[in-house]
């Protein structure tokens, strides 16, 4: 009976947080892996090129070729749990609608964590674009350019599946113009993954990110892969046996996941007016060396792991001394998978620019 409530548990999670994903899996990322990610890692298939086609020749036919398809090994470096107490219940005694309750808040905190971490790949992984500030007059141009530069990397477009996470204020530009198509006017299939609209051949959502300067994300689902698993299915426990608890439970759970872009081409991040450009150098003894090309305004100052990305104007006196630099190189403690960011002050220690960097 137990297993029977953490797999149905599982699935209440997962709904809820699927429901509550920005960047959705079939519409941002894809999910074609092969392998647990709970055993570390997974095999992700990666073609860059198409099957080659021949003139065939009646008499000798023609020489098989090889298939592009590879497949590379993809760490899976995240790994979250939840741990909530449930006072005043037995673990018999839990009422199901103070489970649901628990298990759907879980759901949302997952969700928004790792939709955090994979905008933090898209950027960091990706293209990262710095152009002048949009106006309604020059939005759609600006789009336009972006499409452009999709089909010069050969993403397909054809399947109608490229897409653009447009933040509040750029979405507004959106709406002001012509060719900005309604969510109503749009397919049954396309609306059902959340679309509020199309331009130029997007598929448009709008998608709350405060990150500085970041106005835009398009791309493919075909090139960012999503691994994810429960390591420990959610499930209700009793504290009895622990001596700080009377009558009091538990809900527990822990997932690990990750995300990998595939293509660099094939996922663009739009800054406006611009961003930082960072350049791991060497990664060695829990210290990784990183360049970043720019010269501050005032100082850098870097974070790792953050939990929610640097906004413009955001305050960081607190960690302007500690973890500030002011030359182009420097080096940061990280591992392998951590995200780092680089935060470029004004003189009074507020964000002008950020940029992002995963661990190689």
């Known amino acids: 009976m137990a297993h029977e409530a953490q797999e149905r548990y599982s699935k209440l999670v997962l709904a809820k947080m699927r429901a509550e994903l920005k960047l959705k899996d079939g519409v941002v990322f894809n999910t074609d892996y092969e392998g647990s990610p709970a055993a ?11 099957v080659i086609a021949q003139d065939y020749d009646k008499a000798a036919g023609i020489k098989p070729g090889v298939g592009s398809t590879a497949y590379k090994d993809f760490a899976i470096t995240k790994d979250v749990a ?16 103070l489970v649901a309750d628990r298990l759907d808040s879980a759901g949302y905190v997952l969700a928004a964590r790792t939709d955090q971490d994979g905008a933090a790949t898209l950027i960091a992984n990706g ?3 710095s152009r002048a500030a949009s106006t309604v007059s ?6 336009v350019d972006l499409r452009t ?19 509040p204020d750029f979405y507004a530009l959106l709406l002001k113009d012509d060719h900005f198509v309604g969510a109503s006017n749009l397919g049954d299939t396309v609306k059902q993954t959340g679309a509020v609209g199309r331009i130029a051949g997007f598929n448009v959502y709008e998608w709350n990110d405060s990150t500085a300067g970041l106005v835009c994300i398009a791309g493919h689902p075909k090139y960012a892969t999503r691994a994810t698993e429960f390591k420990v299915n959610p499930h209700l426990v009793s504290l009895e046996g622990d001596s700080q608890y009377v009558g009091a439970s538990a809900v527990k759970g822990r997932m690990v996941y990750d995300h990998s872009v595939l293509r660099k ?18 990664a060695t003894g829990g210290k990784v060396k990183l ?5 501050a305004t005032g100082t850098f100052a870097y974070r790792v792991n953050p939990a929610a990305r640097a906004t413009y104007g955001e305050d960081f006196t607190a960690i302007a001394t500690s973890a500030a630099f002011t030359s182009g190189t420097t080096e940061v403690a990280a591992k392998k998978g951590d995200t780092i960011e680089i935060i470029d002050l ?15």
């Open 149 to 167: 530069r999709l089909t010069k990397a050969n993403v397909p477009s054809s399947d109608n599946k490229r897409y653009l996470l447009a933040t």
């Open 127 to 129: 293209t990262q674009i």
């Open 138 to 143: 020059t939005v759609y141009d600006s789009i």
């Open 291 to 295: 360049t970043v090309a720019e010269s």
């Open 82 to 97: 939840v741990n909530e107490i449930i006072d005043g219940y037995d673990a018999e005694a839990v009422p199901d609608n």
């Open 40 to 50: 570390g890692v997974v095999k992700i298939p990666v073609r860059d090129q198409e």
């Open 346 to 360: 004004d003189s009074a220690k507020k964000c002008v620019k950020v940029g992002y960097l995963i661990v190689a």
């Open 265 to 282: 081409a094939g996922v663009l991040a739009v800054f406006e007016p611009g961003t930082l450009t960072l350049t791991q150098t060497s």
